[in-house]
């Protein structure tokens, strides 16, 4: 609750300032900005538990939003002072995904193209780009959703490919290309997907904080019947 929260939050405080100098001192900022954004989680849900009402869109919490922008601050912090530590990919993409939560979509958008230029070797590129192909198709701008999942697709098999294969087909079928969106459904139907890094049939812990994946093949049967 966010009574615990707020205790471990006092703690990391206390050990980060009897840590100066001391190797892990990122980690204590990491998990300092962590618990920031686990009490703006549990602070919103109070709010709107209060509330009553079913529509979350229609509920806002400045005291979340606070520590959404404190969360972000120290995640800055360690990208700064910590220029080598080898989270920081991570650290990038978890600064552009509560951006995103914020509704601030520019500074996602940039953050977002700052970790895949910065960080060229990062699984966590491939989770940008889908991102980014999914915010520019929902705008309405075809053309860069279709750039940002052909990126997905430049490099070697992943488990984002099939997803962006089914998600670059429905921009042509916007850009009545139906051909090309057939084959790409056709790629996805036939390719099997690769785990995602960190994830294992015999440990399913960590696939708790991932989202939820829509059975691409299974869709892609059900377009190529269709079209």
Not at 35 to 40: F, T, Y
């Amino acid at each position: 609750d966010i009574l615990k929260v707020d205790k471990s939050i006092e703690v990391t405080k206390g050990l980060i300032a009897r840590s100066k100098g001391e190797r892990y001192l990122p980690d204590l900022y990491f998990r300092q900005a962590e618990l920031l954004i686990e009490k703006s989680r549990l602070v919103y849900f109070r709010v709107l538990e209060e509330a009553g009402v079913e529509d979350k869109t229609s509920v806002t919490s400045l005291e979340a939003v606070i520590l959404k922008q404190q969360a972000i601050a120290v995640y800055r912090r360690i990208l700064s002072e910590f220029p080598d530590y080898p989270d920081n990919d991570k650290i990038t993409f978890f600064i552009a995904h509560e951006y995103r939560e914020l509704g601030n979509f520019q500074e996602m958008i940039k953050t977002y193209d700052e970790l895949i230029s910065k960080y060229p070797k990062s699984n966590f590129r491939f989770e940008a780009w889908l991102i980014l192909g999914d915010y520019h198709f929902d705008k309405g701008d075809i053309d860069e959703a279709i750039q940002n999942y052909r990126s997905i697709l430049k490099g070697p098999e992943t488990y984002a490919h099939n997803m962006a294969r089914y998600k670059l087909a429905w921009c042509y079928i916007n850009k009545d290309k139906t051909n090309l969106a057939v084959d790409l459904w056709e790629q996805a139907v036939k390719t099997p997907t690769p785990p995602e890094p960190g994830t294992s049939e015999q440990d399913t812990s960590s696939l708790k904080e991932r989202p939820q994946r829509l059975d691409v093949r299974q869709d892609a049967l059900r377009h190529l019947a269709y079209y």
